[in-house]
């Protein structure tokens, strides 16, 4: 089965530092692969997604994240964390159209003055 | 562009009454819709989804049913809600071709009293 583990449930980072949240995926096939930002009692925000046209993909917010098929990892970072980033944070990995997500648990980051 | 309404915002409901959760998806046809559901401190739980009207996959039996009554609409519905049902509730629709990402409502807090 398809799983998505992110590992830490709460990070914690200074205004200006660096944001790195981990995600690593089981899958036997080529996956598809998403981060989404949540802010309090407001639905998921598409961050970026991974399509296979390239490892390095870049999204909203200063953003990116590496695909690396060798560690089946899918880390998001951001290189200066602001406050405004503080929220929570899902992978997600799907395989064919009519196939819903799997979500990882979250991550759930804080960002100190 | 393609938006997706969800209501209520919020919802607070006695232990035994029923409940009619709407959601809409505007500018696209045949969507597959979903509900999750996010329980305090805890990640997606995906409750139903749908590839087509009339066509639900209910991913965890309980008390509450979905219905697609049309292409662009979903309900989730119950007839006697439980205290654990409490919980932020989130529609989302994707189009159904590969490496589709899911596009969230807002989302409907529940508390059940």
């Known amino acids: 089965a398809q799983s998505v583990t992110q590992l830490g449930s709460h990070v914690s980072v200074s205004e200006g530092a660096l944001v790195l949240l981990r995600c690593n995926y089981s899958s036997s096939v080529p996956p598809y692969l998403f981060w989404y930002v949540q802010y309090p009692n407001q639905g998921l925000q598409l961050l970026l997604k991974y399509t296979s046209a390239a490892t390095l993909v870049k999204g909203i917010n200063g953003f990116e994240a590496e695909f690396k098929k060798s560690e089946t990892s899918f880390h998001l970072t951001k290189p200066s964390a602001h406050m405004s980033d503080a929220a929570e944070y899902f992978c997600a990995v799907g395989y064919s159209g009519n196939t819903p997500l799997v979500f990882g648990k979250g991550t759930r980051l804080s960002v100190i003055a | 562009s393609q938006t997706i309404h969800q209501w209520p915002a919020t919802l607070v409901q006695p232990v035994g009454s029923p409940l009619s959760l709407e959601c809409t998806v505007e500018g696209t046809s045949n969507p597959n819709l979903y509900w999750y559901r996010q329980a305090a401190g805890r990640g997606l739980q995906l409750l139903f989804y749908s590839v087509g009207i009339g066509q639900i996959s209910s991913e965890v039996p309980q008390n509450l049913s979905a219905s697609r009554p049309q292409d662009r609409q979903f309900i989730l519905s119950s007839k006697k809600l439980l205290l654990s049902d409490s919980g932020f509730y989130l529609c989302?629709?994707?189009?159904?071709?590969?490496?589709?990402?899911?596009?969230f409502g807002n989302g409907t807090r529940l508390t059940v009293t």
């Open positions: 989302a629709w994707s189009s159904s071709s590969y490496n589709s990402p899911l596009h």
